[in-house]
């Protein structure tokens, strides 16, 4: 059975070289960049050997074998496609639980990912070749270590299958994954700041001095340790390393049961009582665009995207500002106004969106008015609590409640003046977005340029109409606190002026290019 496995992963990979020209031309280079990937670790690895101190070395290795780890947990749960060895593929055949296991897993030795580890942990086994000891522990860690990442991948691959077959299930571990690397990159900013030279090397060894009694680092630590002299803790480590492996294939072989014995996740139909929003808005043109807005808001995938990354995009800005050492008080002021500057901006392409189901608002000779109004009233349920919560917590950060009439007012313009922006470029701009239906993370290949500009014309304008604020502002801050009134004012009237044109001028554009925008929804 086994045997059979084998044969057929190495049937399908021979496959790759049956389609297509460009594809085939695709899967060459794929092979050509991971083996050339693999040549530069063992190259790398091997150099390793020609440094006469082991420390550093077992050091480095700890950290980056602890990170290669936890990637091939990481990488098939988020970016796995179809799995040609399911489990539940072979489920009408009858095989053993154990047998079936096995087959998968040795399966899964056959291939590229596996190929490129495999060459790499060569160099592993060279960089420690000091002595016959310990290369002959360093050849049972690399063969640890490689299974102990083809099974998690495996294990990985099997429960996103499982787990993620819905597209909604996909679209939400999409979702986390973007916001996990976003919030990781600020931490590889800090790590930039660092000065290496000085504290790198104590930061490292007590990484890998925690990492090296953890199931993700006891196997790279072990022929490091040896040649250190330390045999005891090699050893102990080792037992560390063959135990938690002896634990992943008792863990896959439960996964692999619960696999067959569990078919495939059928989305259940949801059945919606009463009218939803449409029973719980004002009747009229204007409540039933709000209402349609609010189920969409609510429910498309595409809408989460954008509302997703408002509170990551702070973190994204203050993190370098303070890895500089800017002032901790300027600091605690800007997340507010960057989040409600996108807040803002969200509305700016909202026509599209509802793709060909923009006729209704055509055909039934809907108001402009009425279109433009009825769209903004989920960024105002929104916006307005952000900015109330946002501005206390701000300002308990910033503990200097005198510039709270600034920060109103340039919150507030910055704001209205998005949304007046894009409910006038909604209606004149709209460019291609992903179909109903379609993942958040496509993009019509039509509209790169289209959507640079019309995104870039949102901010321009509303940063526009809160420069005077700002400048007040600031003014107030490191000149006279008297101009803090002013701020206030200037920001609510030309948030308002922003707000009352970009509305009147996009109702205005709806009305007179309705047609134009509905033969745009039906060529994208």
């Not at 313009?413 to 977005?433: D, M, N």
């Not at 009147?504 to 745009?520: D, K, N, Q």
Request: include cysteine; aromatic fraction near 10%.
């Amino acid at each position: 059975m086994v045997a059979q496995l084998l044969g057929l992963r190495l049937r399908l990979l021979g496959n790759l070289f049956r389609r297509g020209p460009w594809q085939v031309v695709g899967v060459v280079v794929g092979i050509i960049y991971g083996l050339g990937v693999a040549v530069v670790c063992l190259l790398a690895l091997s150099g390793l050997r020609l440094l006469p101190g082991v420390d550093a070395i077992r050091d480095g290795i700890v950290v980056a074998g602890s990170l290669l780890v936890i990637g091939s947990i990481v990488v098939p749960l988020f970016l796995g496609s179809d799995d040609a060895l399911d489990p539940r593929r072979f489920a009408l055949f009858g095989m053993p639980r154990r047998e079936l296991s096995l087959g998968i897993l040795a399966a899964s030795f056959i291939g590229i990912p596996a190929l490129v580890l495999a060459i790499s942990l060569i160099g592993f086994i060279v960089a420690w070749t000091r002595g016959p000891l310990e290369t002959i522990l360093a050849i049972i860690s690399a063969a640890l270590a490689w299974a102990t990442c083809v099974i998690l991948a495996r294990a990985s691959t099997t429960l996103a299958a499982l787990f993620l077959a819905s597209r909604r299930a996909r679209e939400v571990s999409g979702f986390i994954g973007i916001a996990v690397i976003l919030l990781i990159s600020p931490l590889v900013v800090l790590l930039l700041q660092v000065d290496w030279s000085t504290s790198g090397r104590r930061i490292v060894t007590s990484a890998a001095d925690i990492l090296s009694w953890t199931p993700l680092g006891a196997v790279w630590a072990v022929p490091g340790d040896a040649a250190s002299g330390d045999w005891l803790p090699a050893i102990a480590k080792l037992a560390i390393a063959a135990g938690t492996l002896w634990l992943l294939w008792l863990a896959f072989q439960r996964i692999v049961e619960h696999t067959l014995l569990t078919p495939g996740r059928i989305v259940a139909s949801h059945s919606y009582g009463g009218l939803g929003w449409f029973g719980r808005v004002p009747p009229g043109q204007t409540g039933a665009i709000a209402a349609r807005s609010l189920t969409y808001w609510l429910r498309d995938p595409r809408y989460w995207m954008s509302l997703v990354m408002i509170p990551v995009l702070p973190v994204l800005l203050v993190v370098p500002l303070a890895a500089v050492h800017v002032p901790t008080g300027i600091l605690a002021l800007l997340p507010l106004p960057v989040m409600c500057v996108f807040l803002g901006w969200t509305v700016h392409n909202d026509v599209a969106y509802d793709s060909t189901a923009v006729w209704l608002h055509v055909a039934s000779g809907a108001s402009g008015f009425a279109d433009r109004v009825g769209r903004l009233v989920p960024a105002f349920l929104l916006g307005i609590p952000l900015i109330a919560i946002g501005t206390i917590i701000s300002l308990l950060l910033y503990r200097d409640w005198s510039v709270l009439p600034s920060f109103i007012g340039v919150c507030t313009s910055l704001f209205l003046a998005g949304l007046g922006c894009g409910s006038f470029t909604s209606a004149r701009f709209p460019y291609p977005v992903p179909k109903p239906g379609a993942s958040p993370f496509s993009q019509p290949q039509s509209s790169g340029t289209a959507a640079a500009a019309v995104q870039s014309l949102t901010f321009f304008v509303a940063i526009l109409f809160t420069a005077p604020a700002l400048a007040f502002a600031w003014m107030a801050i490191t000149v006279d606190p008297a101009w803090h009134l002013a701020a206030f004012i200037d920001g609510i009237a030309t948030g308002v002026v922003a707000l009352v044109l970009g509305v009147w001028w996009g109702a205005h554009t709806f009305t007179v290019r309705g047609p134009e925008i509905l033969a745009s929804a039906q060529r994208a």
